[in-house]
């Protein structure tokens, strides 16, 4: 596995060593003892597994807040997503900003998302799965979210016009946002 860090203090662009021949392929999602030589220490507790139907799915920009918040770790399984993270930490030389990736079943890339970010992606491709691990039960109680297209975070989305729950059609702007991490 290689560990990239990403412009976001504490966020990582993961590669994973693949074997593949003509039976497939075989690599290593997550390693306990890797994450922990790299650095990053999250005791996963809780797998997720979410299927869109429709390019152009946009889930996010969500996040827990303190009493329930959630480091992950974000992969595709079948298609392709543009990631977006957002750093929500108010002491971090990174407040306000956004990085984006492209994950997919093709290039195998995973992404560790820490504490105090929120996050989100859009489905490049129909019947998109992607499946993250979460270091804090999910709360309902204590989610929250920024919305996607917000002016003052200027996200570069290769979508204009995505296909969005009620939800996330109501987050709240960045600029109401403050910040509890």
Not at 61 to 90: C, M, S
């Amino acid at each position: 596995m290689e560990f990239q860090e990403t412009s976001l203090k504490g966020a990582y662009l993961i590669i994973p060593q693949v074997f593949q021949d003509e039976r497939g392929f075989f690599l290593e999602n997550y390693s306990k003892k890797k994450f922990q030589e790299a650095g990053i220490e999250a005791d996963f507790v809780q797998d997720n597994h979410s299927l869109s139907v429709m390019k152009g799915v946009l889930r996010g920009l969500h996040f827990q807040n303190p009493e329930d918040v959630q480091a992950k770790l974000v992969r595709v399984t079948k298609g392709a997503v543009y990631d977006v993270i957002v750093d929500l930490r108010k002491d971090s030389p990174t407040f306000g900003k956004w990085e984006g990736f492209e994950l997919s079943a093709k290039n195998f890339d995973m992404l560790f998302v820490p504490r105090g970010f929120a996050h989100g992606f859009v489905t490049l491709e129909d019947y998109t799965e992607f499946e993250y691990k979460c270091d804090n039960f999910y709360n309902p109680k204590n989610e929250s979210g920024i919305i996607w297209n917000d002016p003052d975070l200027d996200i570069n989305w290769p979508i204009e016009n995505p296909i969005l729950s009620e939800k996330d059609k109501k987050q709240q702007f960045f600029r109401d946002f403050n910040s509890p991490f």
